[in-house]
Structures are given as C-alpha cells and as structure tokens.
Nanobody, 114 residues
Framework: QVQLAESGGGLVQPGGSLRLSCAASGRTFPATVMAWYRQAPEKERELVASLTAGGSSDYSDTVKGRFRISRDRAGKMFYLQMNDLKPEDTAVYYC????????WGQGTQVTVSS
C-alpha cells in the first residue's frame, strides 16, 4: 500500500525559509501529478503548488515567487521550498500525489511567527 509522508515543518520567523519533503513508500516519483496543499484554521484546504510528471509547475498567486516545488532525480522525494515566509503562510501542509489513485500525506504544521 502506497503511503505519503511529509517532513520539514516547524516554527520559523517571518522572512525565514523552510523546505518540506514528501516521500512515498512503495512507489517512486514522478506521479502523474505531485502537489502541496495547505489548510489554515477555519479555512478550506487550498492548492499551493503542483508539478506534473512532464515537469510543468504551477503556483497559487499568494506564494508565486516565494515557493518552489521540485522533485529529486532518484524519484524518492518531492519538495516545497518556502522562502520569505509570512504569518499568513501558517497552516498544515499536505503533500498529494496521483499514481492512478489520489494519495495524501498526514500533514505537517508550519507556523510563521515572531
């Protein structure tokens, strides 16, 4: 059974950086689509960034120019590099991959606060 697991969340000051990682057990990337979502308290889950197997990426307007989605060549992990973090980036971040079926990670908390 394929499972996704995120890592790399934590507490960071405004203007700081974090890199989230997503690993899949039982499969290697690329999936058809790999993506990062986030959900802040009392808000709906929103798409942050996506990456296709063909290498096309897309970003929400709120993170464009600050975040970058990528994957490693070995196909073991994909990442979300987050720079210039703002308090409004605080949320639980989820990785998502589609291997013919949609898979979600359990989420990792990112808190941006001074």
């Amino acid at each position: 059974q394929v499972q996704l697991a995120e890592s790399g969340g934590g507490l960071v000051q405004p203007g700081g950086s974090l890199r989230l990682s997503c690993a899949a057990s039982g499969r290697t990337f690329p999936a058809t689509v790999m993506a990062w979502y986030r959900q802040a308290p009392e808000k709906e889950r929103e798409l942050v960034a996506s990456l296709t197997a063909g290498g096309s990426s897309d970003y929400s307007d709120t993170v464009k120019g600050r975040f970058r989605i990528s994957r490693d060549r070995a196909g073991k992990m994909f990442y979300l590099q987050m720079n210039d973090l703002k308090p409004e980036d605080t949320a639980v971040y989820y990785c998502y991959a589609h291997f013919g079926v949609a898979m979600w990670g359990q989420g990792t908390q990112v808190t941006v606060s001074s």
